[in-house]
């Protein structure tokens, strides 16, 4: 079966922390680099970090310095550390397979809002 189910998000102000966290069927995480998405508002999706099965991480501009991804392999899960955050980061979270499993294979996404 073929599950991604992201949680962590919340409200938090401008400069605050959070702390993001999905479950992954195997299917979808076992040996693959996996990825933190997101979706603003009006905005196509964008892939803000990503690791491989080894723990390489690769960040986007936006978010590098502040955000930290990492994945517990023998529990099948991914974590995104986001620290000071900006109202520019409020977006629906979404963890994947880099590139993503399939389009049906998106979770529902967790909220994060930053007030400014």
């Known amino acids: 079966q073929v599950q991604l189910v992201e949680s962590g998000g919340g409200l938090v102000q401008t400069g605050g922390s959070l702390t993001l966290s999905c479950a992954a069927s195997?299917?979808?995480?076992?040996?693959?680099?996996m990825g933190w998405y997101r979706q603003a508002p009006g905005k196509q999706r964008e892939l803000v970090a990503r690791?491989?099965?080894?723990?390489?991480?690769v960040y986007a501009d936006s978010v590098a310095g502040r955000f930290a991804i990492s994945r517990d392999n023998a529990k099948n899960m991914v974590f995104l550390q986001m620290n000071s955050l900006k109202p520019e980061d409020t977006a629906v979270y979404y963890c994947?397979?880099?590139?993503?499993?399939?389009?049906?294979?998106w979770g529902q996404g967790t909220q994060v809002t930053v007030s400014s």
């Open positions: 994947n397979r880099v590139p993503f499993y399939t389009l049906g294979s």
């Open positions: 195997g299917t979808i995480f076992r040996g693959n680099t």
């Open positions: 690791i491989t099965s080894g723990g390489i991480t």
